[in-house]
């Protein structure tokens, strides 16, 4: 019994952690630049895509492929944010949002042109394959990876956020950027390094959750209630707000699947409708 | 005279030239999540064509795609209505999806024409219009035949996992009924949601549950394959669990996708690419000759070529001329040599009649194909009162 909840616990982890990663890049978008980007899926898809590529054609390693797609799909957003995005900071959110859902679409036709509208296998490497013991308990290697990883990278964004020159730079851009730019703060390059960031981890996202989330040309579409439920829940504009909510969503959506599987697919809108009642702007949203 | 002796000719002839070709309206999804589905039909008509060619009693054959891009019940009635009324088709066909199939039965009532059902699988599709004849398959008449031989072969408990929509409780019934009539026992039942990103948490109650075999309905694609992954991934073979299931989800069309995984999986279907047969030959060899970028033939492209067989066969029989309720007549008790075997339209239900086959999943050079070993011969669907 108790191993049971502990294994359902592992896993809800596991997968809360892909959904923060992927995220936590339309966090710093939504809250902090304060742009609606709803294409931020095809970010994750072209990560996916990058690595799907990358170990199909090229024979690279399923390892290598990771950071590779995260500097494709930055490299990717950096250019898409100083040719389009850049133009509609001061639109209305309508406008971002139009934009973004066309650009959505743009990625999802595009992707089935180039790739097909089949689902993309991906061979993970044999030692992230089936289940390791820990502590007694039986877990997916694959599932202990992406813990891992998620943790690396939310300590790395921590420190980064809040030991750094840049973190600081960007704290300020976003609260006040005309003051920013008084004092010498780059804050067009601040937003733009800030948005390839965002869509970097998006792409790294993508190509981790291949195994777990599955990966064709409707995944922005699939999977967008996922990101915006979990940055509505967390709070836009931290790293914590989505990570918590992340972590929640996770945990209760595979352990409604598990425990209740005839209504387990509508767990997590019930929690969502629950909190967002009970912290209206979020978990750690900043209220204005 | 010589001039009013030609003249005479003409008209005399002029029936012959005024002949008007056979229109075919072929109703799928060609694009969108499930465009797989209408190019192995595309692929099927084109190998069908093929083989017999274009022309059938005196009127040459002209096929109208029409593309519903999902299962979209609206899309699918209005390229129905709009293939009947403005282009005056003889034969609506295709239908990959049965809310497509559903959606069409009242214009194809409405306007009485015969409708060519290529794949949509739930057992009700013939049931909604008298012009409804079908090529495929229904998911009782293969699921049904799984739960016979499941308990004849020392399987006693088994857990069944199905997709939350129609065909998903089709093949979840058809399975039930048959495994319990013959002792067996069902420990528990989960319906998936039809968009489940992950299978994580139920294959785990499963594994928890601990029966001698799942049984899986899952719609051919990339859901087999994630659930395949997840099988895999928690160690539920190394548990003592079986997979049984439809064909679907070891598809030929996605087997090879899939890999290892499958090997030894046991699934019930009515065709397996592996069938060895002068027809199925015939039918392999003019599919990779027109349809090449396709990949390997499944059962939706043999559905579209069985439906094109049928329709030729009835308007030879008509002489050309094509009348709803005649063609229906006609349909009733046909009898056609398939690339699966003999099949027959029930006449009562104007359903299919065919063999069903007991496969394993074996490795054949750098492919996988589902090798037949057993079978089940003349199986109606048992949906049907």
Not at chain 1, 183 to 203: C, K, Q, T, W, Y
Not at chain 2, 260 to 283: C, K, Q
Request: hydrophobic share 50%.
């Amino acid at each position: 019994m108790i191993a049971n909840f502990i294994g359902v616990l592992f896993d809800g982890v596991a997968y809360g952690s892909l959904l923060f990663l992927i995220s936590i890049g339309l966090s710093v978008t939504l809250g902090l630049m304060n742009f609606v980007n709803l294409a931020h899926g095809a970010f994750a898809m072209l990560g996916g895509y990058v690595c799907v590529m990358l170990m199909s054609r090229w024979g690279v390693p399923f390892l290598a492929t990771l950071p590779i797609a995260f500097i494709v799909t930055a490299a990717v957003g950096a250019v898409l944010e100083r040719t389009l995005y850049r133009r509609l900071y001061r639109a209305s959110h309508l406008d971002q949002v139009l934009f973004s859902i066309g650009l959505t679409f743009m990625a999802i036709a595009g992707a089935t042109w180039v790739w097909g509208a089949s689902q993309q296998p991906v061979r993970l490497p044999e030692m992230l394959r089936g289940q390791v013991e820990v502590l007694g308990l039986h877990v997916g290697a694959y599932r202990l990876f992406l813990v891992a990883v998620v943790v690396v990278i939310t300590l790395a964004l921590v420190v980064m956020m809040e030991r750094t020159r840049f973190g600081a730079q960007v704290r300020s851009a976003v609260d006040d950027a005309d003051v920013a730019n008084g004092v010498g703060i780059n804050v067009s390059l601040v937003f733009s390094l800030m948005f390839a960031l965002g869509s970097g981890l998006a792409g790294l996202g993508g190509a981790l959750g291949i195994d777990v989330l599955g990966l064709d040309p409707t995944f922005p579409l699939k999977y967008m209630v996922y990101f915006l439920l979990v940055v509505a829940v967390g709070g836009a504009g931290t790293i914590r707000g989505p990570l918590v909510a992340a972590l929640l969503l996770g945990i209760f959506d595979v352990a409604g699947k598990y425990y209740v599987p005839q209504i387990g697919a509508f767990i997590i809108y019930t929690l969502m409708v629950v909190l967002l009642i009970a912290f209206p702007a979020g978990l750690y949203g900043r209220r204005t | 005279m010589r001039r009013i002796l030609f003249a005479a000719a003409m008209l005399a002839a002029a029936p012959l030239f005024a002949q008007e070709p056979l229109k075919i309206g072929v109703i799928a999804p060609f694009s969108g999540p499930f465009a797989d589905y209408g190019r192995q039909f595309e692929g099927g008509i084109k190998a069908f064509m093929k083989v017999n060619g274009s022309t059938v009693a005196g009127r040459k054959v002209e096929i109208l795609y029409r593309d519903t891009t999902g299962p979209n019940p609206e899309i699918a009635k209005r390229h129905a209505q709009e293939l009947v009324t403005r282009d005056k088709v003889d034969f609506l066909a295709g239908f990959g999806l049965t809310p497509e199939a559903l959606a069409v039965a009242d214009v194809a009532t409405e306007a009485k024409k015969p409708m060519v059902v290529m794949n949509a699988a739930s057992s009700i599709v013939t049931t909604k219009s008298p012009y409804i004849a079908r090529f495929s398959m229904t998911l009782q008449q293969v699921s049904a035949p799984m739960g016979g031989w499941a308990a004849r072969n020392g399987i006693k408990r088994v857990y069944t996992l199905v997709s939350d929509y129609a065909p998903g409780i089709d093949s979840e019934t058809g399975f039930k009924n048959a495994f319990t009539a013959a002792g067996g026992q069902v420990v528990d039942s989960i319906r998936v949601p039809l968009r489940s990103p992950d299978f994580a948490p139920y294959l785990q109650r499963v594994k928890d549950a601990k029966p001698d075999a799942v049984f899986v309905f899952l719609p051919a694609g990339e859901q087999g394959i994630a659930f395949m992954k997840g099988f895999q991934e928690r160690g539920l073979a190394q548990a003592g669990i079986k997979v049984i299931a439809t064909g679907d989800i070891t598809d030929d069309h996605v087997i090879d996708a899939m890999g290892d995984v499958s090997l030894g999986m046991i699934t019930t279907f009515h065709y397996s690419a592996a069938h060895d047969s002068p027809e199925n030959a015939a039918f392999l060899k003019a599919f990779a000759e027109v349809a090449a970028d396709k990949g390997r033939p499944n059962f939706m492209a043999v559905g579209g070529y069985d439906g094109m067989a049928g329709i030729y066969e009835v308007t030879r029989k008509l002489g050309g001329k094509i009348d709803g309720d005649k063609v229906m007549e006609a349909f009733k008790g046909m009898k056609l040599a398939s690339p699966r075997g003999a099949i027959m339209i029930d006449p009562a239900t104007r359903d299919i009649v065919q063999t069903v086959y007991v496969r394993k999943v074996e490795k054949r050079g750098n492919s996988y194909y589902n090798v037949e070993f057993d079978k089940i011969a003349d199986v109606k669907d048992p949906g049907k009162p």
